[in-house]
């Protein structure tokens, strides 16, 4: 007996499962590409998009690199020099103080406006570093330290020489003083906020000079895909020439060509402006700031006049201004060897070499002062590190070894303006001319495509 028949109904033929629009899609493209027109539609679509694509990513990348490349030449490199000028500046002031308070109570008005100057320099400086310095970064904060310690540095110098006008020895305790805020707190901070702006910097090589391999890949497929594309149109119709198709090779050939040649030159370019303009800059701020270190730590060994010692491993002690003298003086010895070497003409070589001159001068010019500062003749001492010219002091030394390091700081920034401008400059226009190509070129495959569909109509 049935199911009907004892009233039962019987069980509902199950739905078959509905399609997704992706499924019909998929459907409707496998049905269109069975035709010669469906894979011509397919293959201009596909040819489109990659001559597109590889505009596009060739702008992006390129963008980026561009703009990493101007950041070198006007953000991080003159960063990085503002934070070194901000060392110089400060170390110079402290030099200037301490060869103030050793002329005595009427200091020599060069002197002091030279003190003056670098101070105000230092805070110029620092204000600059301030407006280009992220909010809450470690920069920031050092800056803020180096702006607090700065008026307090200027008290301890105004004290000291207050007291030096009246004959107060404990004018040469606030000096010291002042000199050890500078030497334990503030260059370090100053020399941290160099390191940071150099970090910054060496970011945006590593930013501007990579290979775009994303865009050039794009590029080679793009250009594969219009040769197979051609090959098909001419074994199909024996026609050598497809003349959209043949537009679009050569925008894309034009685009990859342009890419690979501008970045190969952009690259060159910034390699060259760090290899011959970062790396000497860098050595030359070096040897400079040795330079300062020495003639402060020069000038206090006479204001000290032995009341501060260092204990050497030896277990010898010296005077703990003189010792750091000599400590500095072999660091510009070797900083103006190492930047010889890396001068590469003879603009960059020439006053390297005669700061290195001034240098041995200056050393056996001090040696004759400590002679004389041994033998207890201060007087003697104290001419041959500040006296006229006619003592041959210690000080003419240091003002060429200043003067020759800022001359040849000079062309090295020079050298690398011209190669960093020369790189980024490669690069001008290729983000742009990259996108307008790439629209021609699909447009050109799609009419090119477009042509040979309407023989089918």
């Known amino acids: 007996m049935t199911q009907l028949q004892h009233g039962v109904a019987p069980p509902a033929t199950p739905l078959a499962p509905r399609r997704t629009a992706f499924a019909e899609g998929a459907d409707r493209l496998r049905a269109a590409a069975a035709t010669e027109p469906g894979r011509l539609r397919v293959i201009g679509a596909v040819l489109a998009l990659l001559v597109v694509s590889f505009g596009a990513v060739t702008a992006w990348q390129m ?3 561009a703009g990493a ?3 070198v030449l006007h953000r991080s490199q003159p960063l990085s020099a503002g934070a070194a000028d901000i060392y110089r500046s400060l170390a110079d002031a402290n030099t200037a103080a301490s060869s103030g ?3 005595g109570g009427q200091e020599p008005a060069a002197t002091t406006l030279r003190y003056e100057k670098d101070i105000r320099t230092a805070a110029a400086k620092l204000v600059t570093a301030a407006a280009n310095a992220e909010p809450g970064s470690p920069s920031a904060t050092t800056i803020t330290k180096l702006n607090t310690l700065l008026p307090e540095y200027k008290g ?3 004290r000291a020489r207050a007291n030096n006008r009246q004959g107060f020895p404990v004018g040469g305790a606030y000096l010291r003083a002042a000199n050890e ?5 503030m260059l370090p901070a100053a020399q941290d906020l160099y390191t940071k702006e150099n970090q910054r910097l060496r970011s945006d090589y590593r930013s501007a000079t990579p290979y775009p391999w994303f865009a050039l890949a794009l590029g080679v497929l793009a250009l594969a895909a219009l040769g197979w ?3 098909r149109h001419y074994l199909r119709t024996n026609r050598v020439l497809n003349h959209g198709l043949v537009a679009a090779t050569a925008a894309s050939a034009i685009v990859l060509l342009w890419l690979a040649a501008g970045h190969s030159v952009a690259r060159a370019g910034l390699n060259s402006s760090y290899a011959h303009g970062i790396r000497s800059l860098n050595v030359l701020h070096d040897a400079r700031i040795a330079s300062l270190n020495a003639r402060g730590n020069e000038n206090l060994t006479l204001v000290s006049r032995g009341a501060e010692t260092e204990k050497l491993p030896s277990g ?5 201004y003189d010792y750091a003298f000599q400590q500095d003086m072999d660091a510009l010895g070797t900083t103006l060897a190492k930047a010889a070497s890396l001068a590469d003409d003879q603009a960059g070589e020439q006053p390297v070499k005669a ?6 001068v200056w050393q056996e010019r001090h040696k004759q002062a400590r002679a004389a500062d041994d033998d207890g003749n201060y007087q003697a001492a104290l001419n041959k590190i500040i006296g006229s010219r006619a003592d041959q002091p210690t000080g003419e030394c240091f003002d060429s070894v200043d003067a020759n390091l800022a001359k040849a700081l000079d062309h090295e920034e020079s050298e690398f303006v011209q190669a960093a401008s020369d790189g980024r400059d490669a690069m001008t226009g290729l983000p742009v001319g990259a996108a307008v190509l790439a629209v021609l070129g699909a447009s050109g495959a799609v009419l090119g495509i477009g042509r040979r569909l309407s023989e089918y109509r």
């Open 355 to 360: 700061a290195t001159g001034n240098m041995k």
């Open 156 to 158: 301890l110098i105004e």
């Open 181 to 185: 805020k500078m030497q334990q707190e």
């Open 229 to 231: 594309a051609q090959r």
């Open 316 to 320: 010898a002690v010296e005077d703990a």
């Open 101 to 103: 308070f050793l002329a």
């Open 69 to 71: 490349a101007d950041d």
């Open 63 to 65: 963008t980026d690199r």
